[in-house]
């Protein structure tokens, strides 16, 4: 069954059933429902409770795929989504909230830490009567947020490792551009759907929104607006990490190939001596020195320690 928590500043009641809630909620009182998205008769009972209209009843027993911000007058519905703190996929959590003056009503799929926290409260104490309908969204909004940067500063933990690994040559070429590929695409998934929260955070700021109410709730959300602006700067970071370790990526393989080069002109430096000594010695002409058998050997010995002087002078001159 769905959750309903009455905060009453210092005092917190659980109870057992929405017709238990006060006729009237008025100065410090909250009250907060989460509804239980396993029973879609909870949902329909939320939505005649509150009086809600249809289209908040739907999304309230199944999300769409979309951040949503509609202004019913007497309340307000918003959809958002967070990434999943334990996900590396990008995946996502839609998170449904409902919000009167002095009334607020939740519905999700999965475990929301930011609710948990909330809900924290009917077991501890202390004055919860600050708390009303517009601060209990903007803390769910700036938890939000939050997941965002987390799951931002998740990716460049990640990216940082990758470059790390590049750097030492551990790169494995194909495989490690499908990583960068696999993140790029994640970060784009996250970005576009933090973007989607813009229009929503734009009309809170504005004062006039009649479930909201006044002035101070309007420069809350306006704090907010500014820290989605550097949330979206932060996807915009990562972004640019992704790029700037393609280019780590690339400069370790030109390292590689340069090393390759260099043994292989290392090598021809060694060999091409012998050969073109091989190649003279070897000539169809009648020579005298060719009649010494000795010399045979010196030549030989010549070829051979061609290989050490040239390893020898290319160490000190630092070329290997």
């Known amino acids: 069954m769905s959750e309903a928590i009455l905060f009453d500043r210092d005092q917190v009641e659980r109870l057992d059933d929405l017709g238990e809630r006060p006729k009237r909620l008025r100065g410090g009182k909250l009250l907060w429902v989460d509804v239980d998205r396993h029973s879609e008769q909870d949902a329909h009972k939320v939505a005649q409770a509150f009086g809600l209209d249809s289209t908040t009843r739907d999304c309230l027993a199944d999300s769409k795929e979309r951040a949503v911000f509609k202004d019913h007058g007497r309340y307000i519905h918003v959809t958002t989504y967070a990434p999943d703190k334990g996900d590396d996929e990008g995946e996502l959590i839609a998170l449904e909230c409902v919000v009167g003056e002095n009334w607020v009503v939740t519905a999700h799929d999965e475990p929301i830490p930011v609710l948990e926290e909330f809900a ?7 004055d919860t009567g600050s708390l009303d309908g517009p601060g209990f969204l903007a803390a769910l909004l700036e938890w939000v947020l939050g997941s965002y940067s ?13 470059d790390i690994e590049a750097m030492r040559g551990d790169a494995e070429g194909s495989d490690d551009i499908e990583r960068l590929i696999e993140m790029r695409k994640q970060v784009g998934k996250l970005r576009r759907a933090l973007a989607a929260h813009r229009s929503a955070l734009v009309s809170l700021t504005h004062p ?113």
């Open 120 to 126: 924290s409260r009917v077991s501890g104490s202390g």
């Open 150 to 162: 987390a799951a931002f500063e998740r990716i460049e933990q990640r990216l940082e490792e990758f």
């Open 208 to 320: 006039e929104l009649e479930a909201l109410g006044d002035n101070d709730s309007g420069e809350r959300f306006a704090s907010l607006l500014s820290r989605f602006e550097s949330t979206v700067q932060e996807a915009r970071d990562a972004r640019e990490a992704i790029v700037g370790s393609f280019d780590v990526l690339i400069a370790r393989g030109g390292h590689r190939t340069n090393e390759i080069m260099k043994v292989l002109t290392l090598t021809s430096v060694i060999l091409l001596p012998g050969a073109l000594i091989a190649g003279v010695m070897g000539m169809n002409f009648k020579v005298g020195l060719f009649e010494e058998p000795m010399l045979f050997w010196a030549v030989l010995a010549v070829i051979v320690l061609i290989a050490p002087v040239t390893i020898a002078l290319a160490k000190l001159w630092r070329w290997v």
